[in-house]
């Protein structure tokens, strides 16, 4: 038998994990399955990537996928300050980080806003389902108001929206998709990984034990009834010229990523412009009040300088920049030492 490989001749067995522990029909598991197909297709070294995480049923996920790559399991809400941490000490390495509701939204808040706002170079994927999937099914702070799990009453609070607050912050690449619509979120997931900047997808993933009820707003029946799609997605990687993809049949227009390749854009019946901030706003005030989701690129901006730019850091990756030259010399220590001091 063939065994198939990618660009790069590996075959997709080196992008695969461990075994899922999820609960049997966890969107969280579709979720894993499409990140080891784009890091395969777009041809990503196993060993050049780091997936990071911080605690809860998403975060367990990154042991299901890439198990050759690096990975860092970090404390509750504290994942962006980690990879802050290691992108800044290692440019070269590609990062995915994969979080939930409660890590982001709730404890780790400060932290995402931060890693947004300097544009950390890497990819987020938020596993969204409202609620708390590890420790019995509470409601997050992303539970839309209305919703009702499958015990309890109905959510009474104002949900976070982090797309929305993404958003506000400047962040290069904002989209949201529903791990039911895995052609979406393959397109979506691809471009990410081939994003310069911040990437947040956020994933509508319904809880299967909790939340995947008729009376949820987030269950896998309310969702693929009442998603809003705004365009069908086609991602040509760099290595693919742009004729001998099939052309879609409604109007399109291409967006052209930072590594050459290619998000094809094709209206659906929405003529929503993803590079227009207060589109994007509009569009999930207009969703949220009718009580849908509405999934996509809501925003892109690959204009604005990476947090590892903005630091002006060398070429080389810290840490393999030899001692002599990190260690600065005692007459350098001396003069800045004089400038605190006001002698200088």
């Known amino acids: 038998m063939t065994i198939k490989l990618n660009v790069i001749d590996l075959p997709k067995d080196d992008y695969t994990g461990g075994k899922s522990t999820l609960c049997p029909g966890c969107g969280h598991d579709q979720i894993s399955n499409v990140i080891i197909n784009a890091a395969w297709d777009n041809g990503l070294r196993p060993e050049k990537l780091a997936k990071m995480s911080g605690i809860g049923c998403s975060s367990k996920t990154p042991a299901y996928f890439l198990g050759k790559s690096h990975g860092f399991n970090t404390v509750h809400g504290r994942m962006p300050a980690v990879t802050t941490g290691a992108a800044m000490g290692n440019r070269d390495l590609t990062f995915l980080a994969v979080s939930g509701d409660g890590d982001s939204a709730s404890i780790g808040i400060g932290q995402f806003i931060h890693a947004v706002r300097r544009n950390l170079d890497m990819v987020y994927v938020l596993e969204n389902n409202g609620v708390y999937g590890l420790t019995k099914g509470q409601y997050s702070a992303t539970a839309v108001k209305g919703s009702k799990k499958k015990k309890g009453p109905a959510n009474e609070h104002q949900p976070i929206d982090l797309c929305k607050?993404?958003?506000?912050?400047?962040?290069?690449?904002?989209?949201?998709?529903?791990?039911?619509?895995?052609?979406?979120?393959?397109?979506?997931?691809?471009?990410?990984?081939?994003?310069?900047?911040?990437?947040?997808?956020?994933?509508?993933?319904?809880?299967?034990?909790?939340?995947?009820?008729?009376?949820?707003?987030?269950?896998?029946?309310?969702?693929?009834?009442?998603?809003?799609?705004?365009?069908?997605?086609?991602?040509?990687?760099?290595?693919?010229?742009?004729?001998?993809?099939?052309?879609?049949?409604?109007?399109?227009?291409?967006?052209?990523?930072?590594?050459?390749?290619?998000?094809?854009?094709?209206?659906?019946?929405?003529?929503?412009?993803?590079?227009?901030?207060?589109?994007?706003?509009?569009?999930?005030?207009?969703?949220?009040?009718?009580?849908?989701?509405?999934?996509?690129?809501?925003?892109?901006?690959?204009?604005?300088?990476?947090?590892?730019?903005?630091?002006?850091?060398?070429?080389?990756?810290?840490?393999?920049?030899?001692?002599?030259?990190?260690?600065?010399?005692?007459?350098?220590?001396?003069?800045?030492?004089?400038?605190?001091?006001?002698?200088?």
Do not use: W
Request: contains cysteine.
């Open 165 to 344: 607050l993404a958003i506000n912050l400047g962040c290069t690449f904002v989209a949201r998709s529903f791990s039911g619509s895995k052609k979406q979120l393959t397109a979506l997931m691809k471009a990410a990984m081939s994003h310069k900047g911040f990437a947040l997808i956020d994933v509508i993933s319904p809880c299967v034990t909790f939340n995947n009820n008729d009376e949820s707003l987030r269950s896998y029946t309310y969702v693929k009834d009442n998603d809003v799609e705004l365009h069908a997605y086609d991602y040509i990687p760099t290595q693919t010229p742009i004729e001998s993809a099939a052309a879609p049949e409604g109007e399109y227009h291409d967006i052209t990523l930072f590594d050459g390749s290619v998000l094809r854009l094709e209206t659906i019946g929405s003529d929503h412009d993803p590079s227009d901030a207060m589109a994007a706003l509009n569009a999930l005030h207009k969703a949220e009040s009718e009580d849908k989701h509405v999934t996509g690129l809501l925003y892109f901006d690959p204009t604005k300088a990476t947090a590892t730019e903005d630091q002006c850091l060398v070429a080389t990756p810290l840490s393999e920049v030899d001692d002599e030259i990190m260690r600065p010399s005692a007459a350098s220590l001396q003069t800045l030492n004089d400038r605190f001091r006001g002698k200088a």
